[in-house]
C-alpha cells in the first residue's frame, strides 16, 4: 500500500493583500490525496538529472475533506442563461462544471473564465504537470503561484469559490468520491500528459504517458455512467490525431463511398506519437460508451494553443498562467516569442513546411464554453476541430521575425534537425466550422496580438534557461531505459 494519504488544511483560510484588505477564503469542498507520483519516481536528485520507474502496482488512498456538496436534480438539463440550467419544472439552477487538468495551462484559465461567467466550477488536479518540471529542471516563463493561492486570490477578487479535489482520476475511489460529492453537469477533461516528445523520451514516459491518459479517460466515462448519467463531457483532443493526409480533414466524420455503397465513418486517425496516439484510444474509448451507455460527448481536437492572457488571469500576478518555452512542453510560437525575446535563432525543424491548426488561449475558453452552453445529446459522439487559423513553422517564423524587428529585436531562424518523425512539406486543409456555428468569435493571430506576447516575452525573459530551448527528445532514438533529458 503506498503511503500517500494526506489531509487538506484548514477549512477556511484568512488572507491579506498587498493592498491590505483581506478576506476569508473558504472552500466548500476539497478532497485530496497527495500530488504524487503515483507512477514517477525520481531515482537521482533534479540537479544531476532525473530517472523515472514506473510502479503501477502502487496504488494511493485518498481522505475526504469537508465533502457538502449538495444535491442537485438528476434530470437532463437543458441550457437556460450563461452558466445556468434549466430543469423541466422552469428552475434554474446554476451549471455546475467540473475541470479536471484545471491547474494546468488551457485549464486554469478556463476554470476562471467559467467562474466568472457564472458557472459553479471545481477543479480536479494532481499537480503532475509541476511535478514533470521539477523532475525535468524546467520551469514556466511565467512564475506561477500555488494552485491554493491563485483560489484564494479569485476568491478575494471576485468573490467567487471555485472548489478544488486534488488527486490522481487513474484512481477511480478518488475519483467517484469527487463525482458524488460535486455532481457535475458538465466534465471538461484537460487532465493528461499532452506533451509528444514527453512521450518519446523513454519507455517509462511512454508507458506513463499511455495509462495516465486512457485509463483517466476510460475512468471518467465510468464516472458518469454510474454517478451522473446526464453529465456532459467534454474532452480534450487534439487535431494532431489526424495526422496530414494528402485529403481535406474533416471534423471527426468522413462520408465515403466504396464498392457503391456509402457510409459517414470516424475520420481516419495518423497519429504521430505515444501522446497523439493516447488521444486516439481516448477518442475510441469516448464514441464506443456513447453508443453502448447513451453518453453525451464532445471531442475537441484542439489546434495549438498561443498566447497567455485572458481577461481573467489577468486580474493579478498571482492568477499569472503558465508559458512554456522549453523543448519538452512549449510549443511552436509561444517558443518562437520566447527565442526572439532572448536573441536565440528561431528553431524550425527540418524544412519548415509542416502546417497546422493554432489558436489563441482566449479562442480556447470560449470554445469550451460554447461547448458546454450546447451539449451534446445523449448518445452523440460530437467532433469539433478547434483552431482558427492554419500556419506553417515557416510562416510563423516569418511572422515573428518581422514583429520582432519592429520592436528592436534581431531575430535570426535556423534549420535545427527534425526530431520527429513527421512530413516536413504536405497538403494540408482541415475544416473548423462547428464551433463559429455555435457562435465563435475568433482572436486572429494580428500584429498586435504578437507585439504583445513578444512584450509578454521580454518581460520575463531573464527567467528564461537557453540550455531548454533545443529539442532534446528524438522520435527515432527513443531508448527502453530512463532517460535524463535536462545536461
Ligand atoms: N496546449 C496546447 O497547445 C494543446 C493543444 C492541443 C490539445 N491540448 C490538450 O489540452 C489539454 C490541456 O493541455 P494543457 O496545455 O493545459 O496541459 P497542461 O499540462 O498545462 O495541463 C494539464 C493538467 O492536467 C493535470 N493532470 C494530468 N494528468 C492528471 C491526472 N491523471 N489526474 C489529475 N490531473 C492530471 C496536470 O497536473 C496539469 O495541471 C490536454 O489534454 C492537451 O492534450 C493542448
Known amino acids: 500500500m503506498a503511503s500517500l494519504v494526506s489531509i487538506s488544511g484548514p477549512s477556511s483560510v484568512k488572507i491579506s493583500s498587498i493592498t491590505g484588505e483581506s478576506s476569508t477564503y473558504t472552500p466548500s469542498r476539497t478532497l485530496t490525496t497527495l500530488p504524487c507520483p503515483r507512477s514517477l519516481q525520481t531515482s537521482r536528485s533534479q540537479h544531476k538529472g532525473l530517472s523515472l520507474v514506473w510502479q503501477p502496482e502502487k496504488r494511493h488512498t485518498f481522505s475526504t475533506v469537508r465533502a457538502s456538496a449538495l444535491p ?14 434549466s430543469t ?3 428552475a434554474s439552477k446554476k451549471t455546475r462544471v467540473m475541470v479536471i487538468g484545471g491547474d494546468g495551462y488551457c485549464g486554469w484559465a478556463t476554470a476562471l473564465h467559467l467562474s466568472k461567467k457564472g458557472y459553479e466550477v471545481a477543479i480536479v488536479d494532481n499537480l503532475i504537470r509541476r511535478l514533470f518540471d521539477h523532475q525535468l529542471g524546467l520551469d514556466s516563463l511565467t512564475p506561477i503561484s500555488s494552485i491554493h493561492n491563485r483560489l484564494r486570490r479569485w476568491k478575494s477578487l471576485t468573490g467567487k469559490t471555485i472548489d478544488l479535489f486534488i488527486g490522481d482520476i487513474c484512481d477511480f475511489e478518488f475519483l467517484a468520491e469527487t463525482f458524488k460529492s460535486f455532481e457535475p453537469n458538465a466534465v471538461v477533461h484537460f487532465g493528461e500528459q499532452r506533451s509528444a516528445p514527453y512521450s518519446m523520451i523513454d519507455r517509462s514516459r511512454a508507458v506513463f504517458t499511455q495509462h495516465n491518459n486512457v485509463i483517466g479517460t476510460l475512468n471518467v466515462l465510468f464516472a458518469i455512467k454510474e454517478f451522473q448519467e446526464e453529465c456532459h463531457l467534454v474532452k480534450l483532443g487534439t487535431m494532431g490525431e489526424y495526422g496530414t493526409p494528402n485529403i481535406d480533414i474533416e471534423e471527426g466524420y468522413i462520408t ?10 470516424p475520420y481516419p486517425k495518423q497519429a504521430s506519437s505515444f501522446y497523439h496516439l493516447s488521444k486516439v484510444h481516448d477518442s475510441n474509448n469516448i464514441a464506443f460508451t456513447c453508443k453502448a451507455w447513451g453518453i453525451r460527448a464532445t471531442d475537441l481536437n484542439q489546434g495549438v494553443v498561443y498566447g497567455m492572457r485572458t481577461d481573467e488571469t489577468e486580474m493579478h500576478e498571482e492568477l499569472c498562467n503558465r508559458f512554456d518555452y522549453d523543448g519538452v512542453f512549449g510549443t511552436a510560437l509561444n517558443r518562437f516569442c520566447v527565442q526572439a525575446a532572448v536573441g536565440h535563432p528561431l528553431t524550425v525543424y527540418g524544412k ?3 502546417t497546422r491548426g493554432y489558436l489563441d488561449i482566449r479562442d480556447t475558453v470560449q470554445c469550451v464554453e460554447l461547448a458546454i452552453a450546447n451539449p451534446a445529446n445523449p448518445s452523440e459522439f460530437r467532433v469539433f476541430n478547434q483552431f482558427t487559423e492554419q500556419f506553417s513553422v515557416n510562416e510563423l517564423a516569418a511572422l515573428v521575425t518581422k514583429a520582432g524587428m519592429k520592436l528592436g529585436l534581431d531575430v535570426k531562424t535556423i534549420s535545427v534537425p527534425n526530431p520527429r518523425v513527421e512530413a516536413e512539406e504536405h497538403y494540408y486543409n482541415a475544416k473548423h466550422t462547428k464551433l463559429i456555428e455555435l457562435g465563435l468569435k475568433p482572436h486572429l493571430l494580428s500584429d498586435s496580438l ?11 525573459k531573464d527567467r528564461v534557461d537557453q540550455r531548454q530551448i533545443m529539442p532534446s ?14 545536461v
Open 473 to 486: 527528445v528524438s522520435w527515432k532514438k527513443i531508448g527502453v531505459k530512463p532517460k535524463t533529458v535536462t
Open 88 to 90: 423541466s419544472d422552469g
Open 352 to 354: 519548415g513546411g509542416q
Open 450 to 460: 504578437l507585439d504583445s506576447i513578444l512584450n509578454f516575452a521580454i518581460k520575463y
Open 256 to 265: 465515403i463511398t466504396h464498392n457503391g455503397r456509402t457510409d459517414t465513418l
Open 72 to 85: 442537485v436534480s438528476q434530470e437532463a438539463p437543458t441550457q437556460a442563461a450563461s452558466g445556468s440550467t
